[in-house]
């Protein structure tokens, strides 16, 4: 079986620093790994995907997330956090593209001015 | 477009009561999923559906049933409610087209205390 483990609750960061939300995951064979982010009182919305091929890749609002295989990590990163960035961001891994989804516990990002 | 849209937005219940919960998508999705979001436990699917008149268990599937009769709905009913049902509960739903499965739209979400 698959897991997400998301090892901070919560990650605090001023408004124009880099920002990084950790994920590690476990999952037999290779894994298809997802982003999505919670804003107060909303559904999640998809942010980015990790299928194959090149280990960063970029999605939405200008995040962008780093595969490691050797480290069975999956980073959400951006480059200059903006307060509106402030939300709950989960992580999820799925053994392939056919399968549903095992979702992390979740990770509060705060973005101070 | 209304995309993935869930009936009622808030419900309080009283332990042993009964109540369904309606999922609407208006994008033709085949596949639907149901949710329940809990503080320090993320997302953990309850049941999901891979087509019209079809559906299948999640990890937390007990003392919840779910239909499909129509291909835009997904109900998720519960029978006897208890307060260890008290949670938010969202929709999603999905279909290929250059996706995989773990892109899903989801709604806003319904807010269910029981009491």
């Known amino acids: 079986a698959q897991s997400v483990a998301q090892p901070e609750d919560q990650v605090n960061v001023a408004e124009g620093n880099p920002l990084t939300v950790k994920c590690t995951y476990s999952?037999?064979?290779?894994?298809?790994l997802f982003w999505y982010v919670q804003y107060p009182n909303r559904g999640l919305q998809f942010l980015l995907k990790?299928?194959?091929?090149?280990?960063l890749v970029k999605g939405s609002y200008g995040f962008e997330a780093e595969f490691n295989k050797s480290q069975t990590s999956f980073h959400l990163k951006k480059p200059s956090a903006l307060v509106s960035d402030s939300a709950l961001y989960f992580c999820a891994v799925s053994p392939s593209g056919y399968s549903t989804l095992t979702f992390g516990k979740g990770t509060m990002l705060l973005v101070s001015p | 477009n209304a995309g993935v849209t869930q009936t009622p937005k808030f419900r309080v219940l009283k332990t042993g009561q009964s109540m369904t919960l309606l999922c609407a998508q208006d994008?033709?999705?085949?596949?639907m999923y149901w949710y329940r979001q809990d503080p320090g436990m993320g997302l953990r699917l309850i049941h999901y559906s891979v087509g019209e008149g079809t559906t299948a268990k999640g990890e937390v599937p007990d003392g919840y049933n779910v239909s499909r009769l129509k291909k835009q709905n997904f109900l998720l009913g519960l029978e006897s409610a208890a307060p260890s049902q008290t949670s938010v509960y969202f929709c999603?739903?999905?279909?290929?087209?250059?996706?995989?499965?773990?892109?899903?739209?989801f709604g806003p979400g319904t807010r269910l205390t029981v009491l």
């Open positions: 994008m033709n999705h085949e596949y």
């Open positions: 990790y299928i194959t091929g090149d280990n």
């Open positions: 999603a739903s999905f279909t290929y087209g250059g996706r995989v499965a773990g892109e899903q739209f």
């Open positions: 999952v037999s064979g290779n894994p298809y």
